[in-house]
């Protein structure tokens, strides 16, 4: 029985380890890859240590040292990105909110939510599912040209796309993006052109589905694909333009290979975000979960935080960043 416990204790640590390297294919794979980061963390330095004790000394060096190694791997691109610059002279500087509004219904009083929007601080402010949901013919209406935003909140422009929509005084052109998941617009500041893409990754469980019914696991499989073409077209936007901010609500975690290669190693990722929680704000579970980002490609980010649960009832907290142009 001994012998079995630690045999239970090395396949643990090794299946900790492959974690982060498991394919998103694999439908096993994104239901463990939606652990926290802070839990995966915690959960790795248990077992680590209960290998400590219950194992040689041989047997846990070697498992640390691989552990330590996968660790490095997958964190090394984001080990330089610690700090954040205070200096804003000679810099134009931009204050960029985003958050998921959780299909705010406009049938009802919209007061309340209003007051949250206009409350925001935002230059450019970019909402996802940002739609109204039809509760008798059961269906998503996008809204009509976005009044609350232009009435309440005094934005001149508004460019939406499906569920997204981005809001700005500033002037800019919306770019055409094959993805229904991306709603990008150029801006022109100081000669200098700025991409701002405002992302919804589909979200890949279904929480409302039983983990044994075979519903659930239905749904991963129909999601890999809408989630693998979005995350290539924003990793070839990344690849292509030299200036860009990217915010919204990613549905994916730091164990998730898609969201590390395509997104995090290509902007400014900071490793110390992932503490900091953005779901769920409406109370149900403890907010664990890092899902909303605000990130950059050859911008300065001065300031950044993920604002305190709000009035309107959604599930997401915003997340407000000030970012000044190179």
Known sequence: MKKFGKFVLVIINISLMALPFMPEYWVISPVFQSIPFTIYISLSILSITSILIFLEWKVFVLILGI???????????????????????????????????????????????????????????LLQEYIHWDREAKNIIQLDNNPNLKDCCNYKNVWSKGELVTASNLDGIQIDVDNPFILAVEFQIHSQKLIILNVHVPVHLDVQNSIFHSNFWNFIRERIGSRKKTFSSIKSILLREPIVIIGGDFNSTMLMSSMRDSVFSLTDFNILSMFEGSYPANGSLPNWWRLDHLLSKNVKKSHCVVKPQTLFNSDHMPINCVFSLM
């Open 67 to 125: 552990q330590l190694s996968g660790f490095t791997y997958i964190l090394h691109p984001y080990l330089n990105s610690f700090s954040l610059s205070d200096s804003h002279e000679n810099q134009e500087v931009l204050s960029i909110t985003t958050w998921n509004t959780l299909y705010w219904d406009q049938g009802e009083d919209a007061s309340d939510f209003e007051k949250q929007l206009s409350a925001l601080p935002a230059d450019v402010l």
